[in-house]
């Protein structure tokens, strides 16, 4: 009796050969130098590919519908593995829950197209040459093809941990991705309470403004505050600014970032930002009014993890732009929502401004006057600009949000306030592109500024004052968003059990941060986890 079906022989070893060649030798040239490991990845690669293919002649017309959709999605996956240099991971996958039209117009290109068709082309050949007729003793055959990927497994080199060929490896991420964003979305809804009493009581009889402006993919090395050789911040410049000179981020990717700046997470335990209720809620006991003010596009509408901390504030806006396709998103939308809630009756009040900042694409995040550094990244996706290109839109955007914070500066001044300056993550300029949860070791996606603006008013309280001092004294100090958190409850007063001083960057027994991932020099990572 015949193992092998010979037509589905024939079959499987082409087009797992065609399959390979066309997906996975680029993904993996582009993960590995041409030596040992990318071809050992190559040989497991075709060894999965033919038993695929076998698998789906045995399986008819139902095989067809799934070469199908294997053909197209791996063109798909590919486009976006090549063109944004992204290995193949659930965090890869995440990024669609969470995008909207405004991010999805700043990656895409026709570039993809080419992609598709080349994904419609193969996908009718191969439906063109698929077996007619399977014999029976053909699944037999299918087992020993099972057995001889298992044994193949075993000589799977360690670099290909969560780097599997595809399709598998991005079916299998896929999947993952999926279960993960229905788990975070049932621990958002049942977060706890953070325990222990809140203890409130102003310094001075003026309501306390606690603001704070977080943007979006802003790298700290491309602002001149912190020694970049471009003009990006003229404005913030001629403000009393305290500037902390490194400090990192809590991930390489909004969500990650954002719930764990705003809880009691820490890099090191992450968990609280999935169980337990943000500090927004200790305000809120505190008496403080607290607003949520933003254009984050997908991250500020839905039942997103940022969402459902933003949610947490009595007042809680959207800018319209969100909802507006093809609008120029930018920090300035904010300032006439701010304008709003600064002429409401006196409160202590903590406002949370979260911008667009310079996300891709950053040539959209600003308008015709900060235009100033030239060419332009003018296509569709980044992923067709040059590397000169998109830096150049990449600065004009950060003359953008240099403008706002003058303009946040402008407002509060007059004011009891304090206001905090920090960015979720950075961005990839050089070489690959965007940014990644999966990219902690990489510093232009975790070196962040951190700033302080005090206004006049709230530098006479002797109390404050102490405070602004202390923070001068720790900017060489490295710091990270674990100590955002506490540094909010700190300079606010306020008092629980859930604070601690060594996280506060205004109080003297701060202690240092050592980042587990990367250790800054420039941007050279040079001690890696």
Request: glycine share 6%.
């Amino acid at each position: 009796m015949k193992l092998f079906g010979r037509s589905e022989s024939c079959y499987a070893l082409a087009w797992g050969a065609i399959y390979t060649v066309c997906t996975n030798v680029p993904y993996y040239a582009m993960l590995f130098p041409l030596n040992s490991i990318f071809v050992k990845s190559i040989l497991l690669s075709f060894i999965y590919a033919v038993s695929m293919f076998y698998l789906l002649c045995l399986l008819g017309k139902i095989g067809k519908i799934f070469e199908v959709i294997i053909f197209i999605s791996s063109a798909i996956v590919l486009y976006f593995s090549l063109s944004f240099n992204y290995v193949q991971t659930k965090d890869m996958f995440a990024l669609l829950w969470l995008t909207n039209v405004h991010e999805a117009m700043g990656v895409f290109s026709p570039v993809l197209f080419v992609y598709l068709a080349a994904g419609t082309v193969l996908t009718y050949l191969a439906l063109r040459t698929f077996p007619k007729k399977t014999a029976l003793a053909s699944w037999a055959g299918l087992l020993i093809l099972c057995l001889l990927c298992g044994a193949a497994k075993q000589f799977q080199p360690v670099e290909l941990k969560g780097r599997h060929p595809m399709p598998a490896g991005y079916l299998s991420h896929f999947g993952h991705s999926v279960k993960q964003q229905w788990r975070m979305k049932d621990m958002f809804a049942l977060r706890t309470e953070l325990p222990g009493n809140v203890v409130y009581r102003r310094e001075g009889g003026s309501p306390l403004f606690v603001v704070l402006a977080l943007g979006e993919s802003l790298r700290a090395d491309h602002l001149t505050l912190y020694g970049y050789e471009r003009e990006t911040t003229p404005l913030s410049g001629q403000l009393p600014l305290t500037v902390f000179d490194r400090c990192y981020s809590a991930g390489a990717g909004t969500t990650e970032s954002v719930t764990r700046m705003l809880t009691r997470a820490t890099l090191g335990s992450p968990a609280a930002a999935l169980t337990e209720k943000s500090v927004i809620s200790l305000f809120r006991k505190a008496g403080f009014r607290t607003v949520w003010l933003t254009n984050q596009g997908a991250m500020a509408t839905g039942e997103t993890p940022v969402a459902s901390i933003a949610k947490e504030c009595e007042l809680y806006k959207t800018h319209p732009s969100v909802h507006t396709i093809g609008a120029r998103i930018q920090d300035s939308d904010l300032l006439p929502m701010l304008d709003e809630i600064l002429t409401l009756p006196p409160q202590d009040t903590l406002i949370i401004l979260h911008s667009f900042g310079s996300h891709i694409n950053p040539e959209h995040r600003y308008a015709d006057e900060f235009r100033r550094y030239l060419p332009i990244c003018s296509s569709f996706s980044v992923a067709d600009c040059s590397d000169q290109e998109l830096v150049n839109s990449y600065d004009n955007s950060i003359l953008a949000t240099d403008a706002y914070w003058k303009g946040l500066a402008d407002r509060l001044k007059d004011r009891n306030a304090v206001l905090i300056v920090t960015s979720d993550h950075g961005d990839r300029l050089h070489g690959g592109r965007g940014h990644s949860p999966s990219l902690m070791d990489h510093p232009e996606l975790r070196w962040i500024p951190f700033m302080v603006y005090a206004s006049p008013f709230f530098r006479e309280n002797p109390k404050h004052r102490e405070q602004l001092t202390q923070a001068a004294a720790h900017t060489a100090v490295p710091c990270s968003h674990d100590y955002l958190f506490h540094s909010l409850l700190g300079i606010s007063g306020i008092g629980t059990p859930c604070y601690d001083e060594k996280l506060d960057v205004f109080s003297k027994a701060m202690t240092p941060y050592a980042d587990p991932y990367v250790v800054l020099k420039g941007l050279k990572q040079t001690s890696p986890l």
